[in-house]
Structure formats: structure tokens, C-alpha cells
């Protein structure tokens, strides 16, 4: 019985060593592929070279043995935020030959900590975190794998080996505003925002901005739904706008749902992430979009290279594609959809800037005078609402920012 | 409409999905069996309906496959629970875990040509105003302005509370979660009930995923139910093993989201993590009633069996 029973421990031990063997190249095969493994780690770093076929499998044969790894927080499945990201994924895929792999759904914390490090322990070249909560996780890592490189996005730190990348999602915003001001009727808007944290007042604030230029009455009703990614919930918020007199929803959510719910009683949407109109129907008159995809090849492109800066810190704007909005429905009247693609230009060539004084707070103070623009930095920390916004932000806006 | 009557219409249609679930786990609870496995039965229960009603056309025929896979999956935690004795506790989780990954797989393969399901527009139950009753004021809103399966709630809750206090199957039902062994000397079988009654609770925990996925938000995404299994799980202490007080208690889980949302939007500013926490708090207080006085546990008929596996050949 006792011998029996060692000699199935044995075999299912075998069975995972084979098991790691086989789909990574990093760990977990030690003890059974002595000396062929520590050279595959290594020469990863270095120049490629022909050895090692059995450990590294089929696995590698695409374009040379870089390997990207991706950290997702919600499903690719979300037709979302995770869904941009992937599509960035699949580009490094299809046009460098590169291989990839991703976990979804990781939950921002310790087991973040976990999935990375895993990753590099397992020889990808470069991870991808895709969530703001990944920040912390990220850096720590990055302070034990020093080959390695990270990519964190949408945080502010940055270590020798982890840069941090986001993008001016504000300038689509504003336009996106633009559109939705121009298309109420009742002058409310709703914004279905999952936390109050700057990336997403930031993005209510440019919003409201838009749509108040082309409709000084316009206000915009805020309600926090306290997460990234929950269908029902996100349904619920938008249905609550609706019934306090919305008549076009926008969101900073992971799913259409808000969408859904607004084209269900007949109303407008503004979308996110991507483009929703494809999913939900013409009710959606835009959707700020993000393109990850040439920022992702350029940083591999950059690594491959070895002249990628690891600390970067890289806040991509309309200009360098990264954030866009969507084609616009054809239920978008012409004359808004002339003003929209005029005010793209207008920040693509750099002329105009959303947060450029005048700025009023929701408190009447005066944010930025007139001929100052708020700093890099001040967008950042942003955790007040602007004139025109009703909700309930973690401060009261301050005056004299910008320079 | 105005804010109370709009809450209250909220309340019902998001606590359907709820009442099913929290009944179905009742009546498996009643029958001495822990099924911590409702939230991957009704997740389960969500893709398959929508995949099924999405290839037949055909919303009904969605939510019949619903209710098999619910009670197929039910199924196994009786043969695990039942037959092999294995820990309710850990065989119910292992259901959630496996069901919610067998899930997200499904979504992504059961779409046309093999595809992913995720943001396809296919049949979904809509408002049916019952005619007459559904120009009731406020009444008629909240209550009879609602979809078929919301309907079907409305018959299936006083079925199930007559059939658990006023029929003999019913008392054998209780029986068996109560006392197995006094049961079982009755001359009723034991294991048999058990069976069928968790592959009954699966069922019903499969409609109300079926409710999610073709009415209440229509289509499939990954994580649809968000926890709704769980909800239901505690809900059935809330409601003291009662499905008439699981009712109740329903709305006002269903219904605490819709509350503090609309609250929000009309700028009344109270905590919504705080509301939030609300049926939870009570939970937690029915609980340690239930646990701590003797008396109340007897009152509401907390089923004594439920947890443990039954054995012939044990001795009590």
C-alpha cells in the first residue's frame, strides 16, 4: 500500500515537472534538464543563439525567443478597457512574430504580485500591468528582476527597469463632451464612474468641459458605481441618470452595460475603451478609444533594439495615437460633427489644450486663469470637480493652479 | 413615476434572480444540504441560456436548458455530498470555482462558428404589462409591468412555501434536514430526497442565471452574476430558511444598489459604501441570532442536520 502510494506521488510529480517543461521555459524543469536551463534565462538577455531545443520546446520559434507577458485585471472579454489592451497584444503578435501570453482577470494586490513575478521567473523579456492597482506590485518586482523589463500603465512610479505609460485620455474626452452637449435635449448628462480617483475625474472634468462649450447649460450628474467591472451594477447607475432626467450617458466603466441600459429607454450614449457603437448600435454617438498598439510596438521594438529607456515615464496625447475617439454615428448632426473633427485638429497640432484657463471649480473658484494651462502634474492629482458637475468629488476644487 | 414607486420597480426586477436562487438553496438546505456551489450553478445557468437562446432564437428553450445544467451541476455536489460523503463546504466551492472558469471557457467557444458570446444581442424576455392590473397606480408599475419570469416568481414563491409547511412530501422535506435518522426509520428514503432536492435547488439556482443572462441584463459578459450566488447564499439565513421572508429579503438586497444609485444621481449624498453594507450587517445579525439563541433557532426552524452527511451506520 505505502509503496503504492510513493509511486503515484512520483508520477504525478513527473507529470507537472513535464507539465512546466513543456509550456514555460523558466522554471520548474531544474531538476530534470540540469545545465540546459539556466542558459535559457540567460540567453534571453544576450544574443540569441541556437541551443537548448529541448527545453524552450515550439515555443519560440516566431520572431527569435522575445516573449511579452500581459497582466490583465478584467476578461479580454470585457469589450473594454482589457479588450484594448489585448487588441495591443495581438499587434505585438501579428507584426513582430513576438510570443505573448496574458492572465485575465488578476485582482489588484498581493496575488498581482504573484502573477508577475511568476512571469519573470518564467523569462518574458517584458510585462505588461494594465491596471492602475498593479503600481505597487510592479515596482517590487521590477526591484528583484533586474533583466526584466516592466510596463506599468497608468500609475506615476517608475524604477530603473519599469517605465510607466499612459495617455492624454482627457483630449478625447473633451470632444466626446463636445458630442454629447450638442446632443441633449433636457441639458443633463449622466456619467456612470466606477472610483474617484484622478484618471477618472480627470476624464468627467474634461467631459463636462466639452460639452459646456458647445452647450453652456449642460450639466453633468455623476454616479460612482465603486467598481471597474460589474454588469449589474453599471446597468443600475445608468438607469438611476436616466430617471434623474439624463437623456446621453457616458461612463468610465469596463463593459457596455451603461449602453445598453441608455439605448433600452431610447437615450444617447457616449462609450469608452472601444469602440462601442459596434456592439450596442448607433445610440452610441462616440466612444473615446485607446490604441495601444503602436506604443506596444515600439517598446519592443526599442527592447529588441536595447534602446528602450526602462524608466520612462510617457504620457502619450492624440497626436502620438494612443488616445482617439471613435467614428462618429451617423445620428451626429453635421455641423457637430464638422466643430468635433475642428477641435481634433486643434489638439492634434497642439493649439489647443482642455484644461487652459478659464477654469471654474463646481465651487465657483477659479482653477486656472485666464492664458494658464494646468501642469503635467496637476492632471495628474486631480481629485476635484470642474463647473457644471454634480457629484460628489474627494475635494473642493482649489484656484490659482497652472502656469 | 416618482422615486419611491421607480426603487421599488428596481427592487423586483433585480431581485428575481435572487428570490430564485435563494429558494432554490432553501429548499437544498432544507434538506440538509449545504450547497455553497450557487453562484457557479447560476453563472452556468447564465451562459448556457444565453448560448441556447441566442442559437434557437428561442428564450424559453434558453431557460429550460438553464434549469438542466443547474440541476446536472447540483447533481454532482449530490453525488459528492450524498453518496461519497465529501465536506458541503469544500464540494460547494469547488462547484463556484469550476463553474465560473467553465463559464468564461463557454463564453468565449458556444458564440456562432465556435466564437465568443460576448457582445451578441440575441432573445430576451421584455415587459409584458399585465392588462387591467398594470394601470393600478404605483402597484401596477412595481409589480405587473415586469417580464415573464418575474411572473413566474410571483407563483412559484407560495408554491414552494405551501408545498415545505402544508404537504406531507414538504414535512418529509424538512424531516430529512432536521432529523435524518428519525426520518429514515419513518420508512422514508433518505438519500433519495437529499438527491432530489439538491438537484432541485440547482434548477432553480440555473433560472435565476437564466433571468440575468435574458432579461435583467441581456447578452453575456464574463462575471455577469457578480457575486449573486453569494448574495443569495446569505440570504438564505436572512430569510431563516423561509421562502416567503427570502422574498423580502431579495428586494432589499436587489433593490440597495438601485437606492443608493438613484440617491446619488438626485445628489442626496449619504455613504453609499454604507448602505451598501446594510443587508449584510443584518445578515450578520440573524446569524448570531440563529447560532446563539437556542429558542429562535427552533422558532424559525434552522434545519439541525444541515452540514452533515448522513449515515446508515452511524450511531447518534
Sequence with gaps: MTSKRWWIALVVLAMIAAACGGTTSGEGGDTDTTGAEPAATTEATEAPTESTPETTGGETDAGGDFKAAFVYVAPIGDLGWTWAHDQGRIALEEELGIETAFIENVPEGPDAERVIRDFAQKGYNVVFTTSFGYMDPTINVASEFPDTQFVHISGFKTAANASNVFGAMEEARYLSGMVAGAATESNVLGFVAAFPIPEVIRGINAFTLGARSVNPDATVKVVWTNTWFGPPQEKEAAEALLAAGADVIAQHQDTTEPQKAAADAGKFSIGYDSDMRSFVGDSVLTSPVWDWAPKYISIVEELQAGTYQGDESWYGSMADGVVDIAELSPLVDAETKELVEMKRQEIIDGSFQPFCGPVLGANGAEIVAEGKCLTLGELLSMDYFVEGVEGEAPNEAPTGLGS | ?316
Design chain 2, 1 to 316: 413615476m416618482d422615486l419611491v414607486t421607480s426603487i421599488l420597480s428596481i427592487a423586483v426586477f433585480a431581485g428575481t434572480s435572487l428570490v430564485f436562487a435563494t429558494v432554490g438553496e432553501i429548499i437544498a438546505e432544507r434538506a440538509g444540504i449545504l450547497n455553497l456551489g450557487l453562484e457557479g450553478m447560476m453563472i452556468m445557468g447564465a451562459v448556457t441560456a444565453f448560448a441556447t437562446a441566442y442559437a434557437t432564437d428561442n428564450a424559453y428553450l434558453g431557460v429550460l436548458v438553464a434549469m438542466i445544467v443547474g440541476g446536472l451541476m447540483a447533481l454532482i455536489h449530490a453525488i459528492a455530498t450524498i453518496s461519497l460523503r465529501a465536506d458541503q463546504v469544500v464540494a460547494g466551492l469547488a462547484l463556484t470555482i469550476g463553474g465560473t472558469g467553465l463559464a468564461s471557457f463557454l463564453g468565449q467557444e458556444l458564440g456562432p462558428g465556435g466564437g465568443p458570446l460576448v457582445g451578441l444581442i440575441g432573445p430576451k424576455f421584455v415587459e409584458v404589462p399585465i392588462p387591467g392590473m398594470s394601470s393600478i397606480p404605483v402597484i401596477g408599475e412595481i409589480l405587473f409591468n415586469k417580464d415573464q419570469l418575474v411572473y413566474a416568481m410571483y407563483l412559484i414563491v407560495p408554491l414552494v412555501w405551501w408545498f415545505l409547511y402544508k404537504t406531507r412530501p414538504g414535512l418529509h422535506l424538512r424531516a430529512v434536514g432536521e432529523n435524518p435518522q428519525a426520518t429514515d426509520a419513518l420508512g422514508v428514503n433518505v438519500f433519495r430526497l437529499r438527491y432530489l432536492y439538491t438537484v432541485i435547488g440547482g434548477m432553480f439556482a440555473g433560472l435565476g442565471g437564466a433571468h440575468l443572462s435574458l432579461a435583467y441584463t441581456p447578452g453575456w459578459t464574463e462575471n455577469l452574476t457578480g457575486g449573486r450566488g453569494w448574495i443569495a447564499i446569505a440570504l438564505v439565513i436572512f430569510a431563516t430558511w423561509n421562502p416567503a421572508r427570502a422574498v423580502v429579503g431579495a428586494l432589499l438586497f436587489g433593490g440597495v444598489n438601485a437606492i443608493q444609485f438613484r440617491l446619488q444621481a438626485e445628489g442626496t449624498t449619504i455613504s453609499a459604501n454604507l448602505l451598501n453594507m446594510t443587508p449584510y450587517l443584518l445578515t450578520v445579525i440573524v446569524l448570531v441570532a440563529v447560532t446563539y439563541f437556542e429558542a429562535f433557532r427552533k422558532k424559525v426552524g434552522a434545519p439541525a442536520a444541515l452540514g452533515i452527511p448522513y449515515n446508515r451506520e452511524e450511531r447518534v
